[in-house]
């Protein structure tokens, strides 16, 4: 099966460059299926309805969210009625959080894929621990068994945090994949138990900013330390930024992963398929 998961997009610009780029990704690659991080969706926080379906409109199967879940309160209960947008599974139980961290997605031509969503504890405002919230996801839903593909999107500061936990579901998940840090890494691999990894995803945003958001008042913060204008996303042409993978079909685990970048500034990579001509 072929996969894609794109990082957070961020605002418009983000958006304008996703569903540009998706509609003929989604052929390139013949994708059968997408997870996009939308926590910045909504001018860099949060997630709105009208927001989340332009993404599916674009043809994103499902959305992630992260610690920005809830800037825009309507996410509150929009999620309760949207079982392809997930918050966070790791909310402490007495929270009785909106939605869902993780749901089990048919596929038009049969497949099943798993996805769950996890916001790490590493120098973040920390949910329940991340690692026991995914082993009990895995366990009931195992890879091959209950679902033909799993994805994890670990949303975390800590580049440690998501390589652990791509080593502790190394062999039970297809894909783990990092967001939150909006900087794609290169280090996508195929673990050695099959899982296919990179740290972070990267974000679909304009590059000539920081981490998506205008350069300008980031830098005066960092600068002056006084507080000033709100943080509004960078408005230049967005990058769009993800990984691509392919499964076995007869394990669910890997076989190749590879990033994908288009537009904006950073260097172009869309994965070559045999017998697929590039557009
Ligand atoms: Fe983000
Ligand atoms: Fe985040």
Same mark, same amino acid.
């Not at 390589?163 to 996508?188: E, I, K, N, W, Y």
């Given at each position: 099966?072929?996969?894609?998961?794109?990082?957070?997009?961020?605002?418009?610009?983000?958006?304008?460059?996703?569903?540009?780029?998706?509609?003929?990704?989604?052929?390139?690659?013949?994708?059968?299926?997408?997870?996009?991080?939308?926590?910045?969706?909504?001018?860099?926080?949060?997630?709105? &309805? $009208?927001?989340?379906?332009?993404? =599916?409109?674009? @043809?994103?199967?499902? +959305?992630?969210? !992260?610690? *920005?879940?809830?800037?825009?309160?309507?996410?509150?209960?929009?999620?309760?009625?949207?079982?392809?947008?997930?918050?966070?599974?790791?909310?402490?139980?007495?929270?009785?959080?909106?939605?869902?961290?993780?749901?089990?997605?048919?596929?038009?031509?049969?497949?099943?894929?798993?996805?769950?969503?996890?916001?790490?504890?590493?120098?973040?405002?920390?949910?329940?621990?991340?690692?026991?919230?995914?082993?009990?996801?895995?366990?009931?839903?195992?890879?091959?068994?209950?679902?033909?593909?799993?994805?994890?999107?670990?949303?975390?500061?800590?580049?440690? &945090? $998501?390589?652990?936990?791509?080593? =502790?579901?190394? @062999?039970?998940?297809? +894909?783990?994949? !990092?967001? *939150?840090?909006?900087?794609?890494?290169?280090?996508?691999?195929?673990?050695?138990?099959?899982?296919?990894?990179?740290?972070?995803?990267?974000?679909?945003?304009?590059?000539?900013?920081?981490?998506?958001?205008?350069?300008?008042?980031?830098?005066?913060?960092?600068?002056?330390?006084?507080?000033?204008?709100?943080?509004?996303?960078?408005?230049?042409?967005?990058?769009?930024?993800?990984?691509?993978?392919?499964?076995?079909?007869?394990?669910?685990?890997?076989?190749?992963?590879?990033?994908?970048?288009?537009?904006?500034?950073?260097?172009?990579?869309?994965?070559?398929?045999?017998?697929?001509?590039?557009?």
């Amino acid at each position: 099966m072929r996969l894609a998961f794109f990082g957070d997009v961020i605002g418009r610009p983000g958006r304008e460059a996703l569903t540009t780029h998706l509609p003929s990704l989604r052929r390139r690659l013949g994708l059968e299926f997408v997870v996009v991080n939308a926590e910045n969706v909504a001018s860099g926080f949060g997630v709105t &309805e $009208k927001t989340a379906e332009e993404l =599916f409109d674009a @043809g994103a199967d499902c +959305l992630t969210l !992260g610690n *920005h879940s809830w800037d825009q309160r309507e996410a509150l209960t929009y999620i309760d009625r949207e079982p392809r947008l997930l918050r966070p599974i790791n909310y402490p139980r007495l929270s009785n959080a909106p939605g869902r961290g993780a749901y089990a997605y048919d596929t038009p031509s049969g497949g099943r894929v798993f996805v769950v969503s996890v916001l790490g504890r590493v120098h973040m405002d920390s949910l329940d621990d991340p690692f026991s919230a995914v082993d009990h996801q895995l366990e009931s839903c195992p890879l091959g068994v209950g679902c033909d593909a799993l994805i994890v999107d670990m949303h975390c500061e800590a580049t440690s &945090e $998501k390589m652990g936990m791509g080593h =502790f579901c190394d @062999g039970r998940a297809s +894909l783990v994949v !990092g967001t *939150h840090t909006h900087v794609p890494t290169a280090d996508a691999q195929v673990l050695p138990g099959g899982t296919a990894y990179q740290t972070d995803a990267g974000a679909c945003a304009d590059y000539d900013s920081v981490i998506g958001m205008g350069k300008e008042e980031a830098v005066r913060r960092f600068t002056t330390r006084l507080p000033g204008a709100r943080h509004q996303p960078a408005t230049g042409p967005a990058t769009v930024c993800g990984v691509f993978v392919e499964t076995d079909p007869r394990t669910g685990l890997a076989i190749r992963i590879e990033p994908i970048r288009i537009g904006g500034r950073l260097m172009a990579h869309v994965p070559k398929l045999e017998g697929v001509a590039a557009e």
